[in-house]
């Protein structure tokens, strides 16, 4: 019999975020997913959801009935942010680790998480992206901002996605303030009401939301006489795959929060 090395529950199962991450865990061979959780689709087969064969796992609206019975080494959080203000301090004060995606969260909300993960012997990974090729963006973005004066970010996603400006966006415009001449740039932030997007430490960033769009942000930078853009695009949900099987494998190695790709890509394991 094919063992498994880690047992996996997913919150927002039967959302596409948690359909496409049911899909890529079914494809290793040391995961196991022997949870699903989600208010929709109760009682149908996350397997099915996904448009693969049936796993044998029924969506659950039962959080904590889940946790109990089928005993998941990592809980996989992609819901939205009331949600996961409510379903990840459960699952951390289980003793269980949590890697998630949501955004919009605070920092007051990590804060409690890095607490709580610490009371409890476990461990949490949060990042904003889970593309390595966004990270990346971000990265050179972060460089290429010790260079300009002036920077914009736009970004662009689903029509369907509730926060703006997007986590990603926020993270960039957190690494180029910390080059700009901005005074307390990491504190100032406003969201302009008659428009998507807000400032972020003198940084203007620009929220479009439309159908058909999955997950793409640039960034320029202005100087005499050029621009510089950095751009990158993602065209399915499965490019946040590697990301996400990166985190899950890792997330257990630590005690606490850790936020972004970039702090576990040289943990080896």
């Known amino acids: 019999m094919e063992s498994f090395n ?25 995961m196991e997913i022997v ?3 989600d208010l929709q689709n109760i009682g149908k087969d996350a397997g099915e959801l996904a448009g693969i064969p049936s796993l044998g796992v029924q969506v659950s609206d039962n959080l904590e009935q889940v946790l109990l019975e089928k005993k998941p080494d990592v809980v996989i959080d ?5 949600a996961a203000q409510v379903n990840i301090p459960v699952v951390l004060k289980k003793g269980i680790a949590v890697v998630a995606g949501t955004t919009g969260l605070e920092e007051g909300d990590l804060a409690e998480f890095d607490c709580l993960a610490k009371e409890n012997s476990t461990s949490m990974f949060l990042a904003p992206n889970y593309s390595l090729g966004a990270v990346l963006m971000m990265k050179f973005a972060r460089e290429a ?11 662009y996603h689903n029509d369907k996605k509730i926060d703006s400006p997007s986590g990603t966006a926020i993270a960039t415009a957190r690494g180029i303030s910390n080059n700009f001449s901005v005074p307390d740039a990491n504190e100032q932030y406003s969201v302009a009401s008659c428009c998507r ?37 993602s065209y399915s949900r499965e490019s946040f795959l590697p990301g996400i099987l990166m985190a899950v494998r890792k997330v257990q190695l630590w005690i606490g929060l850790k936020v972004g790709l970039d702090e576990i890509l040289e943990i080896e394991i």
């Not at 880690?6 to 040391?30: E, F, R, W």
């Not at 793409?216 to 990158?232: D, N, P, S, W, Y």
């Open 6 to 30: 880690i047992k996996i529950a997913v919150i927002g199962a039967s959302g596409k975020m948690g359909c496409a991450i049911i899909k890529g865990l079914s494809q290793t061979t040391d």
């Open 35 to 37: 949870g699903a959780i």
């Open 78 to 82: 992609f819901t939205h942010k009331k």
């Open 145 to 155: 901002g010790a260079y300009f004066e002036q920077g914009e970010i736009i970004e």
């Open 197 to 233: 997007g807000g400032d972020f430490g003198g940084i203007r960033i620009h929220s479009v939301r439309l159908k058909s769009l999955v997950a793409h942000q640039e960034v320029l930078f202005a100087g005499t006489g050029e621009l510089l853009t950095i751009r990158h695009d």
